[in-house]
């Protein structure tokens, strides 16, 4: 998705802690349902779909058809230096 811990807190009013926490484990995740809905709609907001786990797999998330991050932010290869993401990835902006 090319966004940011920082960028999720700006976006969402959760700081930087509660989303680290909340992804920095495959378990139960340590938040309050509350902080979980935030982060549910924000990452469904952008396409992300979340696939319950099954008796062969575990729970996971994946992007939905045509979801876009045109805009989103990245860091660049060159320098460290930001830049937005395009249609292709691969041509520069």
């Not at 976006?11 to 509350?34: D, F, H, M, Y």
């Not at 992007?63 to 993401?85: H, I, Q, T, Y």
Request: aromatic fraction near 4%.
């Amino acid at each position: 998705m090319n966004v940011s811990v920082l960028e999720v807190s700006e976006q969402t009013g959760l700081v930087p802690n509660t989303i680290k926490r909340a992804e920095g484990t495959n378990e139960l995740s340590p938040t309050t349902r509350a902080n979980a809905r935030l982060l549910l709609r924000y990452f469904t907001e952008r396409g992300v779909v979340f696939v319950p786990g099954d008796d062969t797999c575990g729970p996971g998330a994946r992007l939905a058809l045509g979801a876009s991050f045109k805009g989103e932010r990245r860091r660049s290869r060159r320098g460290g230096e930001e830049d937005s993401v395009g249609p292709n990835d691969d041509e520069p902006n």
